[in-house]
T-cell receptor, first 112, second 115 residues
Framework: SQLAEENSWALSVHEGESVTVNCSYK?????LQWYRQKSGKGPAQLILIRSNEREKRNGRLRATLDTSSQSSSLSITATRCEDTAVYFC????????????FGKGTHLHVLP | DPKIIQKPKYLVAVTGSEKILICEQYLGHNAMYWYRQSAKKPLEFMFSYSYQKLMDNQTASSRFQPQSSKKNHLDLQITALKPDDSATYFC??????????????FGAGTRLSVL
């Protein structure tokens, strides 16, 4: 089973709409990261949110973290076709972990 | 310019052969990683290295051997290749070692097909 997992396999929205990708995780974490992977490329980090933070923004992106429910969300406003990608949440396996574990990803399609 | 260089971009191998995947990072990072991505298992952690020392190994098979000749190099040797090894292999690096407080920077990947 996954340490962190997105709640949707795929989402479709039309350009200009907002969309939220949700993630749940299983352990106590130090931080949670959101990555985006476009077709044929490696993943690229969007936001890193630490366990003592509740919200983090990066342009049109907003990440939230709820440690009580062990969940996080990534919201994208005013979506564009170039936001089409796979979105991953990722976290570690504990304070002494030497690895970051990724969820299975949510495929987001932004339609014209 | 890409700061993490993976070579080759595409690789075709026959079952039973051996291949080496190359990774060099020019970000001055201290930790490097290998991940594997296939249709069956999305973005799976394989190894982490810090200062050329193996920190974590999640790969059950000894057919996969990371090799670090320099601090900014982490190659991946795969022996006795099987069709199930077909995947895209990503190299990544981070400034610090450890878990999710460190941003991972990924290369473009090596797409391996084993026939």
């Amino acid at each position: 089973s996954q340490l962190a997992e997105e709640n949707s396999w795929a989402l479709s929205v039309h350009e200009g709409e907002s969309v939220t990708v949700n993630c749940s995780y299983k352990t106590s974490i130090t931080a949670l990261q959101w990555y985006r992977q476009k077709s044929g490329k490696g993943p690229a980090q969007l936001i890193l949110i630490r366990s003592n933070e509740r919200e983090k923004r990066n342009g049109r992106l907003r990440a939230t973290l709820d440690t009580s429910s062990q969940s996080s969300s990534l919201s994208i406003t005013a979506t564009r076709c170039e936001d089409t990608a796979v979105y991953f949440c990722a976290t570690d396996a504990g304070t002494n972990a030497y690895k970051v574990i990724f969820g299975k990803g949510t495929h987001l399609h932004v339609l014209p | 310019d890409p700061k993490i260089i993976q070579k080759p971009k595409y690789l075709v191998a026959v079952t039973g052969s051996e291949k080496i995947l190359i990774c060099e990072q020019y970000l001055g990072h201290n930790a490097m990683y290998w991940y594997r991505q296939s249709a069956k298992k999305p973005l799976e952690f394989m190894f982490s290295y810090s200062y050329q020392k193996l920190m974590d190994n999640q790969t059950a098979s000894s057919r996969f051997q990371p090799q670090s000749s320099k601090k900014n190099h982490l190659d991946l040797q795969i022996t006795a290749l099987k069709p199930d090894d077909s995947a895209t292999y990503f190299c990544a690096s981070s400034q610090g070692w450890g878990g999710s407080q460190n941003t991972l920077y990924f290369g473009a990947g090596t797409r391996l097909s084993v026939l």
